[in-house]
């Protein structure tokens, strides 16, 4: 099998529009598709919903199922917040502060940015409660060959002591 991309990624959402105005609006995706039906096409169940695709860049889709009538959205109680969410990649550090300065500016509360060594980052949750970060790199080629190369020893370790290894400590610590 040879993978070509992502086609989409799909998750949940309170409201279509609200999902949509947002993700156009906010963070400059277009809004490329909707699909409504009243049965689910691959298991015939009577469950109307309004699927919502945008473009996230580079052919990436992030789409969304609204479901008028599901229970209400829930989360895993057993997964901090900050572990399950979106990242999207932007160009410079410049943009990534003139983002965040707009997201606050449309009353959303962003963390950060966040030094992760070969990338900065901020994070804030859209209106469906679903975390999301914008990155921006800065690390060099040597920087992500220099993490690459550890990644299977780190792998490895993590697997045999459930402890975080130490070979890309540098990313965290600054050391070179």
């Known amino acids: ?19 949509v105005d947002f993700y156009r609006d906010l963070l400059g995706m277009k809004f490329l598709l909707a699909f409504a039906e009243d049965e ?18 580079m052919g990436n889709v992030l789409a969304f199922f609204e479901l008028p009538n599901a229970g209400p959205m829930g989360k895993d109680p057993n997964t901090p917040a900050w572990v399950q969410h979106i990242a999207f990649k932007v160009a410079s550090h410049a943009e990534l502060l003139a983002a965040k300065q707009r997201l606050e500016a449309a009353g959303l509360d962003v963390l ?3 030094n992760h060594g070969i990338f900065d980052s901020i994070y804030f949750f859209d209106p469906n409660g679903h975390r999301l970060e914008l990155a921006c790199d800065k690390g060099t080629e040597a920087d992500y060959a220099r993490a690459q190369a550890v990644a299977d020893d780190m792998l490895e370790e993590w697997t045999r ?4 290894p130490r070979h890309a400590a540098w990313l965290h610590e600054g050391a070179s």
């Open 112 to 114: 950060g940015p966040v």
């Open 40 to 57: 689910v096409p691959s298991t015939g169940e009577p469950d109307p919903y309004m699927h919502v695709f945008l473009d996230a860049g």
């Open 1 to 19: 099998m040879n993978l070509a991309r992502i086609h989409h990624v799909a998750y949940r959402c309170n409201d279509a529009k609200e999902t």
């Open 161 to 164: 002591t459930k402890r975080a």
